[in-house]
Nanobody, 126 residues
C-alpha cells in the first residue's frame, strides 16, 4: 500500500512557475508508476503527466507538453512536477497518484492508479 502527500501549491502570476512535490510512504516506491492529475472548479479531473517506475518513460497531456516536466527520485520516495509559463487555465487542485505501469492508454487514465494524495491547490493570477 502507498500513502502520498503533495506540497508546493500556491498563488503565482501568469507566466510564472511552481514546483510541486509528492512524498510516498512505500518502501517499494521504485516499482510504482506515478502520475499527476488536476481538477479545476466545475470540471472533471484530468490527466497531466505520468512517469514509469524507472523514470525513463514520461507521458504528458497536450495542454502541458513543453511547459511541465515530471520527474522522480526513487532514493527519496519523491515525485515532482515542474510547471513553467503557467496560465489561468492551469489553476486547479493537483493530485499525485501511484499505480502499476502499463500501456499509455491506461497510464493517462485515473482508473489506472490505485493510490491518491489529498491534493495541493495551484492558483494563477492574471
Amino acid at each position: 500500500q502507498v500513502q502520498l502527500a503533495e506540497s508546493g501549491g500556491g498563488l503565482v502570476q501568469a507566466g510564472g512557475g511552481l514546483r510541486l512535490s509528492c512524498v510516498a510512504s512505500a518502501s517499494a516506491f521504485m516499482h510504482y508508476a506515478l502520475g499527476w492529475f488536476r481538477q479545476a472548479p466545475g470540471k472533471e479531473r484530468e490527466f497531466v503527466a505520468s512517469i514509469a517506475p524507472n523514470g525513463r518513460i514520461q507521458y504528458y497531456s497536450d495542454s502541458v507538453k513543453g511547459r511541465f516536466t515530471i520527474s522522480r527520485d526513487n532514493a527519496k520516495n519523491m515525485l515532482y512536477l515542474e510547471m513553467n509559463t503557467l496560465n489561468p487555465e492551469d489553476a486547479a487542485i493537483y493530485y499525485c497518484a501511484a499505480g502499476h505501469w502499463g500501456l499509455r492508454e491506461n497510464m493517462i487514465r485515473e482508473t489506472a492508479y490505485d493510490y491518491w494524495g489529498q491534493g495541493t491547490r495551484v492558483a494563477v493570477s492574471s
